[in-house]
């Protein structure tokens, strides 16, 4: 769990480390609801549950479309529930 993650923070991944997700890609490969349901793209993607009062799991979603199980990458733990509404494709830094 990463704890106390503020509005203006990033996450950083390797490129390559989530298959072909990068920063050019990310705004598509990056779906954010209630139930941390995959967009249908059929893409590798991250997918983020934001129905947690102040706190946000992100998951790794291989194939694309739920054929596969998503796999949990962290839980984040905001310092706001207001902050966890910013949490963004843009939160994405790719090295």
């Known amino acids: ?4 993650f503020a509005q203006n923070e990033h996450l950083a ?4 480390a989530f298959g072909d997700i990068n920063g050019s890609n990310i705004a598509t490969r990056f779906s954010a609801n209630a139930t941390a349901a995959p967009a249908a793209n059929a893409s590798a993607q991250f997918l983020f549950d934001n129905s947690g009062g102040g706190i946000g799991r992100l998951f790794f979603d291989a194939d694309g479309n739920g054929a596969g199980s998503a796999v949990l990458v962290t839980t984040l733990q905001f310092t706001s529930p207001t902050a966890l509404a910013y949490f963004s494709a843009s939160s994405f830094l790719f090295f």
Do not use: H, S, T, Y
Request: no cysteine.
């Open 13 to 16: 991944f390797a490129i390559g």
């Open 1 to 4: 769990m990463i704890q106390d």
